[in-house]
């Protein structure tokens, strides 16, 4: 341990983990609210978060009122933060979390640690990288995620290929065609291996637009290249075998939350999501630890992020004038049906605390066309039309959820034929 | 490369920087002579010893009386010494080797017997409830087994860094990208010829892994063994994976293979693998989607909790066996040619005993050297996840790779050292930066500015203003 704590303080009211979009909403809600001292913990030179290299529009609209691209964006959260009293440190890496809000930290002068009243864990998404997609073939340059590749050309000006293929069909994997075109890259094709995009259908003429030709339903994807991606073998819909030139792979989208800080913690995990299991006030399992943002699940819009943070800070407050976090009696929302992913919250407290969100977010592994249908103890307390597809926006209300939970877990479930 | 020339002659060349190669430089630098080693790869360590299952073995179940199991005898116990004089990591985590089925629970006793043979004399049976005491997220499919309780988890590219950088250190002399195209033999001298010049010595030491059969026709003509590279592929857990399994677990070996292994790595990841896949090409070291699949369901067998466990990575190295089962080390009287070829998969553990075997071939009263007293002992790179890492001590400049808590000091040391990597691949071995979950996503931005003008393969392609 470093004598000056890596010129940290040693306790802080709150400790957000994560100076993205949702910690630095969060946090400066907290100031405004007037909690006392407020510290985010952000591992990178700045803060910010993935914003600071998405160079495109549209960011800002709800926040500030204008049309903002990603970096101008993060600068303008980081600065409202700083205006309001929050204390950010970057370069500050959180290596572990122990009960009752205690945080081992390491800085460039080495490791020091934090004692907080409550934690904020805001660590946001990632991408699933290639190795998690068991895309096989050789291992050349060139292979990148969204994030490394915008990274690369927004905040070092570097282009890693000239000509590549973009693995994924998602919001991201069109967002990475214009990266590229800020750079003069063109991609050549894009690859999924669903059986459409994943994306709404409504973006997919941009790639004729753009010159990039889609496949869909590929099977056996394979990398290949000596020193530099040469090419991108697949079996294509029709069951042809494909080869397409190429210098470079994007591996993009199947976000999932950067949560091993969490699975090397005490605190419990939805391993449906991928994020802490929260109740409907974003407080984890131990209650003097909460969450937001894309940590929660994969993966919302920054302005979705922001608001989140703002509403738990809301929370958050409230909380803290209560003094010590207590463990309050909860029921679990358990998935029951193979076709639902996640639910988040997974937890319902039951207690006289009011506020808490007002929907609960679900998250689908197929498509579906049915009743989502909650029960609790035998009785049917929610019944809500779906008509979506995996990685989209589902929401529910939550408040005839929680008004009429039993004693019992609220089961999650698909009606299809009603 | 400076041209070397019959007065400016060295004592011995050693063609290949591998594991081995770097274990013999080692071997024959502290033992005074003057070695040069010739890598026809743009850095170090990047045919059979990119990728193995990072484990120290006893060689308990190596065939008794084979040249392989005296040498992973003696590299076993000189590991250890060698380790502690230089600084590397070791963890003893213990195996168990475990049947599965009753056919492979029958074949338990003849393999402690071949332990015993070995000189492995603290193996000892286990029942299925031991098993599972020990390993309580074992499948409880799991029947019997047996305990090799001194195998140990290694860094195996540190090592193989840590033996050439003291040789270095010492004198040794590396030129990476440098292939032997032809050699001639004059009776005192060889004057190999290489695609960047000509170089002179007294001794050729063959080490050339998977094209040790190539090198050996350029240089004699022919060559007794033909390699068949061996493929083995192998998919890397994240951290949270490394609780399910204290042990390595081994199968019951088959002939061609030790069979899929699951372990921790030194690093603080699981491994599982490695597949056995015959092949005639020497560089294809690529993976296949539905085999890393399929390995990772055989892993979910063993252990059910893994389906729970993210992947980090996935990878294969090639094993340079041959049509013979033993190491084909031998040395050509009257040329002064030593080959050291067929070290199929045991060569991490056996190394150093390869090169105590291969100095003792090679010793004669012509070629005999003052040992240097008090070899230089280069820092190694300490990246083990159960000792003490760069990133909690001072002044370390901030972490760079998340996932691997790598720092800025770190990665600025080995770019600054007397090894400095020459591509990214390489910086990956020597610092762990994108070996981690994300796989470059956070970092890769901030690496392409701290590796500018380092690499040989550069991470892009230039500026958007070239």
């Known amino acids: 341990m470093t004598t000056n704590n890596g010129g940290l303080p040693r306790k802080s009211d709150v400790a957000v983990v994560g100076g993205g979009t949702a910690g630095l909403a969060l946090a400066t809600k907290l100031k405004r609210l007037g909690v006392g001292s407020v510290i985010v913990l952000e591992r990178e030179n700045d803060a910010g978060g993935i914003p600071r290299h998405c160079g495109h529009y549209p960011f800002g609209i709800r926040e500030y009122g204008r049309l903002l691209k990603g970096p101008d964006y993060a600068r303008r959260n980081v600065e409202a933060a700083v205006d309001a009293g929050v204390d950010i440190q970057t370069e500050v890496t959180v290596t572990a979390l122990h009960p009752d809000g205690r945080l081992s930290l390491t800085t460039p002068a080495g490791k020091a640690e934090l004692q907080a009243e409550r934690v904020v864990l805001c660590t946001g998404a990632r991408e699933a990288s290639r190795p998690q997609r068991f895309i096989g073939g050789d291992r050349p340059l060139g292979v990148l995620s969204t994030g490394a590749l915008q990274s690369m050309t927004y905040l070092q000006g570097m282009r890693p290929f000239r000509r590549p293929v973009i693995i994924g069909s998602e919001l991201v994997s069109f967002s990475a065609i214009d990266t590229c075109r800020h750079l003069g890259i063109r991609p050549v094709a894009m690859i999924e291996e669903n059986d459409r995009i994943l994306a709404r259908r409504l973006v997919q003429p941009y790639l004729m637009m753009r010159g990039v030709a889609l496949f869909t339903k590929v099977k056996n994807l394979r990398i290949l290249g000596r020193r530099q991606v040469e090419a991108i073998e697949f079996i294509d819909a029709t069951g042809k075998q494909q080869s397409i030139e190429a210098d470079g792979a994007i591996i993009s989208g199947r976000f999932r939350p950067e949560a091993t800080l969490l699975h090397l913690s005490h605190l419990e995990v939805d391993l449906g999501s991928g994020g802490p299991m929260i109740d409907q006030f974003g407080q984890c399992s131990d209650p003097s630890y909460y969450s937001a943002g894309n940590l929660l699940r994969p993966t919302e819009t920054s302005g979705w992020c922001w608001q989140e943070g703002i509403e738990t800070a809301k929370w958050l407050a409230e909380d803290l004038l209560r003094g010590q976090p207590t463990v309050v009696p909860s029921v679990r929302v358990q998935v029951v049906d193979r076709a639902i992913r996640f639910s988040v919250p997974q937890r319902l407290s039951i207690s006289d605390r009011i506020g808490g969100m007002q929907k609960m977010q679900i998250g689908l592994n197929v498509p579906v066309r049915g009743y989502l249908e909650a029960t609790s103890g035998g009785w049917s307390i929610s019944n809500t039309w779906l008509n979506s597809r995996p990685i989209r926006r589902i929401q529910i209300r939550l408040a005839p959820i929680v008004q009429n939970c039993s004693k019992s877990p609220v089961e999650l479930s698909i009606q299809r034929n009603k | ?466």
């Open chain 2, 1 to 466: 490369m400076p041209y070397t020339s019959s007065d400016n002659c060295y004592d011995v060349i050693i063609i290949g920087a591998g594991i081995v190669g770097c274990a013999i430089a080692r071997q024959f630098t502290l033992g005074g002579a003057r070695v040069m080693i010739l890598e026809k790869a743009l850095d170090v360590l990047d045919g059979a010893s990119k990728g193995n299952s990072a484990i120290l073995h006893t060689g308990f179940d190596a065939p008794p009386g084979s040249l392989e199991q005296k040498c992973l005898a003696r590299g076993y116990a000189e590991y250890h010494k060698v380790a502690l004089a230089l600084g590397l990591p070791i963890l003893k985590s213990g195996a168990m080797v475990l049947a599965w089925n009753e056919e492979q629970l029958a074949q338990l006793p003849a393999l402690i017997k071949k332990a015993y043979k070995n000189g492995v004399h603290d193996v000892a049976m286990l029942s299925r409830d031991e098993i599972l005491a020990r390993e309580p997220h074992l499948s409880k499919s799991v029947l019997g087994g047996f305990e090799v309780p001194r195998e140990f988890l290694i860094d195996p590219w540190a090592s193989a860094h840590a033996y050439l950088l003291q040789a270095m250190a010492n004198g040794a002399v590396l030129y990476r990208d440098t292939e032997v195209v032809s050699g001639q033999y004059d009776g005192q001298q060889w004057r190999l010829e290489t695609n960047a010049g000509l170089v002179c010595a007294a001794q050729i030491i063959n080490c050339a892994g998977l094209y040790g059969d190539i090198v050996e026709q350029r240089l004699i003509g022919e060559c007794p063994f033909t390699v068949t590279p061996r493929k083995g592929q192998f998919v890397v857990f994240d951290k949270s994976a490394a609780a399910l399994a204290s042990s390595i677990i081994l199968p019951v070996p088959t002939k061609t293979t030790k069979g899929i292994v699951v372990c921790r790595t030194i690093f603080g990841n699981l491994l599982l693998g490695p597949t056995a896949e015959d092949q005639q090409s020497r560089a294809d070291a690529s993976t296949d989607g539905s085999m890393l699949a399929h390995l990772r369901d055989k892993g979910i067998e063993m252990i059910p909790d893994l389906k729970e466990c993210e992947v980090t990575a996935a990878y294969a190295g090639l094993r340079p066996a041959t049509e013979f089962q033993d190491y084909q080390i031998r040395r050509i009287e009257g040329k002064n040619y030593t080959c050291v070829g067929g070290i199929r998969s045991t060569g991490l553990s056996a190394a150093l005993g390869i090169a105590c075997h291969v100095a003792s071939l090679i010793a004669t009263d012509e070629f005999s050297f003052q040992a240097i007293k008090d070899p230089i002992i280069p820092a190694p790179d300490r990246l083990s996840n159960y000792h003490s890492r760069d990133w909690e001590e001072p002044d370390n400049g901030g972490i760079v790779c998340h996932c691997e808590l790598v720092t800025r000091r770190e990665i600025e040391q080995v770019l600054n050292g007397p090894l400095p990597p020459s591509t990214l691949q390489g910086l990956k071995r020597r610092t762990r930066v994108c070996m981690g979950r994300c796989q470059g996503f956070y970092c890769t931005g901030e690496l392409v500015k701290l590796t500018a003008g380092r690499f040989n393969l550069p991470m892009g392609l230039g500026h958007d203003d070239q």
